[in-house]
T-cell receptor, first 114, second 112 residues
């Protein structure tokens, strides 16, 4: 079975641009979470979606937004990119959206902002 | 505030030696606890998890961890390290709602 897939794997943007990252969860998983991992740090929670509804949001500015589609795939959008947005963006899926279901991570999208 | 502390940023061990990675957490109730491993350029792979019950949990690749409520710790151990274990290890707390809190990670180097 396919795991969590993310695209693109690498991308380079300049300050002020916008970026969209995509995630396909494991088949049957209805919850998708997004995490930002800055070099040398642990992942930081950005969003969780379950059954196409936002269930949680971390301490990130409104430049960050996300959505989940009927097929449970998800997109993360970041507007007005800053240098500090350079990071590995990880998507994780799980069976449940509320309780502590095990998170299955994709390999991430590495964003570099110049 | 909920938090996870991994006091050791880097650890170096010789192949075949034992390993213990430390994790301390701050959380108001019984936490759900996890250890993940990340190889360079890769995503996170779950090694083991603790939800309830037996405080000594077994994971993949020969790893185990022990939950000690009195010490707010969930240390990861392996009796004999292999060169392929070199990676970064993250401890995480799941509050049981919607987000997980990760530590800053411990980078393991294995000497041949």
């Amino acid at each position: 079975d396919a795991g969590v897939t993310q695209s693109p794997t690498h991308l380079i943007k300049t300050r002020g641009q916008q970026v969209t990252l995509r995630c396909s969860p494991i088949s049957g998983h209805k919850s998708v979470s997004w995490y930002q991992q800055v070099l040398g740090q642990g992942p930081q929670f950005i969003f969780q979606y379950y059954e196409k509804e936002e269930r949680g949001r971390g301490n990130f500015p409104d430049r960050f937004s996300a959505r989940q589609f009927p097929n449970y795939s998800s997109e993360l959008n970041v507007n007005a990119l800053l240098l500090g947005d350079s990071a590995l963006y990880l998507c994780a899926s799980s069976l449940v959206g509320g309780e502590a279901g095990e998170l299955f991570f994709g390999e991430g999208s590495r964003l570099t902002v110049l | 505030a909920q938090s996870v502390t991994q006091p050791d940023i880097h650890i170096t061990v010789s192949e075949g030696a034992s390993l213990e990675l430390r994790c301390n957490y701050s959380y108001g109730a019984t936490p759900y606890l996890f250890w993940y491993v990340q190889s360079p350029g890769q995503g996170l792979q779950l090694l083991l998890k603790y939800f309830s019950g037996d405080t000594l949990v077994q994971g993949i690749k020969g790893f185990e961890a022990e939950f000690k409520r009195s010490q707010s710790s969930f240390n990861l151990r392996k009796p004999s390290v292999h060169w392929s274990d070199a990676a970064e290890y993250f401890c995480a707390v799941g509050p049981g709602t919607y987000k997980y809190i990760f530590g800053t990670g411990t980078r393991l180097k294995v000497l041949a």
